[in-house]
Nanobody
Framework: QVQVVESGGGLVQAGGSLRLSCAAS????????MGWFRQAPGKEREFVAA????????NYGDSVKGRFTISRENAKNIVYLQMNNLKPEDTAVYYC?????????????????WGQGTQVTVSS
């Protein structure tokens, strides 16, 4: 079993940057694909980014390509989401999740463990 806890959210002006962290417990962390999703008020949960178990493969939602970068450090059980050139439409609660799909996946239903989320607010 894996438990994940997000941190690093906050308030930032448009054009600014934030780095989210996801700390995971469990000795098998490296055997999980990891992903970030977000949910804005009144909207469905949206795929943001995913990384494979080795960190060698990544995938991004169209709305964040070129601005966000996902990475992981298996030795530290941490996944990062570097967010640059933030826009007001990036405002949402961001969730980290772990999936038994080693390659990482865009499908929320394929993730087995979820964190509680961290709020990101981008002001215009």
């Amino acid at each position: 079993q894996v438990q994940v806890v997000e941190s690093g959210g906050g308030l930032v002006q448009a054009g600014g940057s934030l780095r989210l962290s996801c700390a995971a417990s469990g000795r098998t962390f490296s055997m999980y694909g990891m992903g970030w999703f977000r949910q804005a008020p009144g909207k469905e949960r949206e795929f943001v980014a995913a990384v494979s178990w080795t960190g060698s493969n990544t995938n991004y939602g169209d709305s964040v390509k070129g601005r966000f970068t996902i990475s992981r450090e298996n030795a530290k059980n941490i996944v990062y989401l570097q967010m640059n050139n933030l826009k007001p439409e990036d405002t949402a609660v961001y969730y980290c999740a772990a999936s038994r799909v080693l390659a990482g996946t865009v499908v929320a239903a394929s993730y087995n463990y979820w964190g509680q989320g961290t709020q990101v607010t981008v002001s215009s």
